[in-house]
């Protein structure tokens, strides 16, 4: 579930470009000054997008940037973001909650070899994630319920889509604004909803010809009632229709975030979820395809 | 009260027209249109009223200082076909006179889902008429559950084709869905509109200088020695 909320990099600015690799080499110190050097490796496209989000929204605007030497490659020198510690060690915390609950979740899922690698990055993950949890409970909760909550939207005698992807949604509406009180609050309530619920869709979307392979639950086979091997013309109607499902939550997502607004930053947010997430879309849904079209 | 020139994201030496533009962008992009159904319409009408006061004050002062009166006229004028945002309200606050579901619209309206939920999953499945469909839809889609209220639209619309209201919410759906969103001009993916039209990757840069080479190569010539 993590690296589909990224920039679309041929239409941003080059300065936003900057602030933007400013932000992530930042949150990446920060992972490795509160978390040991290990938990660089949790860095994310999608807590980048929480730091981010959080800057924009507390209207947090007189930022300084310096220049630091970057860890995994130490000829270079990347630029990074400075007296926004709050916002950074926040994205950290959640970064190293999500990474715990996702590799417990892939101990359940995987087999052999797979999960024993799981199993070692479990007991490396375990000591960071009580850390992070001390320190954001809220957090930890939102994600621990959602950990809950799928698998019984998941069996439920009565399947709706919504309700699977309900979970999701649920708990980055509760990440997003357990920073905010008030009108914020409300406006990343939403934003999170709706983000969160794309994110659950786009997912399923990539994972669904592998899930249909392998026999393994996916909300879209269910919904569109799929079996077996499926051909090119039903590939594509099957792509439509779900693009469709993503693309009706893109006007929610816009619209909240639009009432946050007067930031340095704010073209980048605008720039992410305006042009990154149809971006996302299109490689996943349409593109694959247009590999195999060619001759 | 803020600087209204920071409201509208203007300087302050801005002409009328530079000023009118903004504030065109700024109202379509605040349109009530785009938060119908949201939970924080609310707060989208707020905005909508600042800019609107920002506007009026800008050109208040202007007209009182150095322009003409006409100028100030005009400019409002045409700007303000977005002031209908007015008279969308009063449809969208669902006070309709002949309307079986009162306390279910005044619900929605002062954003208590659950009790309109509660109200409405209390109708048995024979009295459900499209105005039932169609509030169930609304409050389904205040929820985030978007599939489920399109659901509960495309059912409203069907049984009553000819409810304007219903029709409206059923358009923006399908439109929202097929990635044809409001503002901005963009708003999701639609696969059938090639975007990356003239676009060309690395492959295509190998396959044309290869083209040129055997074209060179026809005429007796050489662009590329070692093919």
Redesign the interface.
């Given at each position: 579930m993590f690296g589909y909320v990224k920039t679309n990099r041929p239409e941003l600015l080059v300065k936003e470009d900057a602030a933007y690799k400013s932000v992530y080499c930042a949150l990446c110190r920060t992972l490795g000054k509160e978390y040991g050097i290990l938990s660089r490796f949790t860095l994310n496209y999608e807590c980048t997008f929480l730091a981010l989000l959080i800057l924009v929204a507390k209207r947090q605007e007189s930022l300084s940037f310096e220049k630091k030497r970057c860890c995994c490659n130490p000829l270079k020198k990347c630029v990074c973001c400075k007296n926004c510690d709050d916002a950074l060690s926040y994205a950290a915390g959640v970064s190293e909650i999500l990474t715990y609950w996702k590799i417990q979740d892939n101990i359940e899922d995987q087999r052999f070899l797979r999960r024993f690698f799981s199993k070692i990055a479990a007991l490396i993950s375990r000591r960071k994630h009580k850390k992070a949890a001390a320190k954001y409970p809220q957090a930890e909760e939102a994600v621990a319920e959602m950990m809950r909550r799928q698998k019984e939207t998941e069996t439920s005698e009565e399947f709706l889509i919504d309700r699977c992807a309900d979970p999701t949604a649920q708990m980055l509406r509760k990440v997003l604004s357990i920073p905010f009180e008030g009108d914020e609050n409300r406006i990343l309530e939403e934003l999170g909803y709706h983000l969160g619920r794309w994110i659950y869709f786009i997912d399923a979307a990539d994972d669904l010809e592998d899930d249909l392979k392998r026999g393994n639950f996916n909300p879209f086979i269910k919904e569109f009632g799929l079996t077996g091997e499926m051909y090119e013309e039903k590939r594509r109607e099957i792509c439509e229709r779900c693009n469709e499902v993503l693309n009706f939550s893109i006007p929610p997502i816009l619209g909240a975030l639009s009432l946050l607004s007067n930031h340095s930053f704010y073209p980048i947010l605008d720039n992410i979820l305006g042009k990154g997430l149809p971006e996302m879309q299109r490689k996943i849904l349409f593109s694959k395809e247009e590999g195999k079209a060619e001759p | 009260m803020n600087d209204p020139y920071k409201i509208l994201?203007v300087e302050r030496s801005a002409t009328d027209a530079q000023i009118k533009d903004a504030y065109r962008e700024l109202a379509k992009?605040?349109h009530p249109d785009?938060?119908s159904g949201?939970?924080?319409a609310d707060?989208?009408g707020e905005?909508m009223k600042e800019i609107n006061e920002a506007y009026d004050t800008i050109m208040k002062e202007r007209k009182e200082g150095t322009s003409g009166p006409n100028a100030y006229q005009s400019a409002y004028q045409s700007a303000g076909a977005y002031q209908s945002a007015g008279a969308y309200q009063s449809s969208g606050s669902y006070q309709k006179a002949a309307s079986d579901f009162n306390d279910v619209r005044r619900f929605i309206t002062q954003n208590r889902i659950a009790d309109a939920e509660q109200i409405l999953n209390g109708v048995p499945p024979e009295k459900r008429s499209a105005e039932w469909y169609f509030l169930k839809g609304s409050v389904?889609y205040r929820r985030?559950?978007?599939?489920?209220a399109?659901r509960n639209f495309s059912t409203a619309s069907s049984m009553d084709p000819t409810n304007m209201e219903y029709r409206a919410a059923m358009n923006q759906?399908t439109n929202?869905?097929?990635?044809n969103?409001?503002?901005?001009g963009?708003?999701?993916?639609?696969?059938n509109m090639n975007?990356a039209a003239g676009g060309c990757n690395a492959c295509d840069v190998c396959s044309s200088l290869m083209c040129a080479d055997c074209c060179c190569e026809c005429m007796g010539g050489d662009l590329i020695r070692c093919c």
């Open positions: - | 994201g992009k605040y785009n938060y949201s939970p924080i707060l989208a905005k389904l985030g559950w978007l599939e489920e399109y759906a929202n869905r097929s990635g969103y409001g503002y901005g963009y708003g999701g993916y639609n696969p975007r």
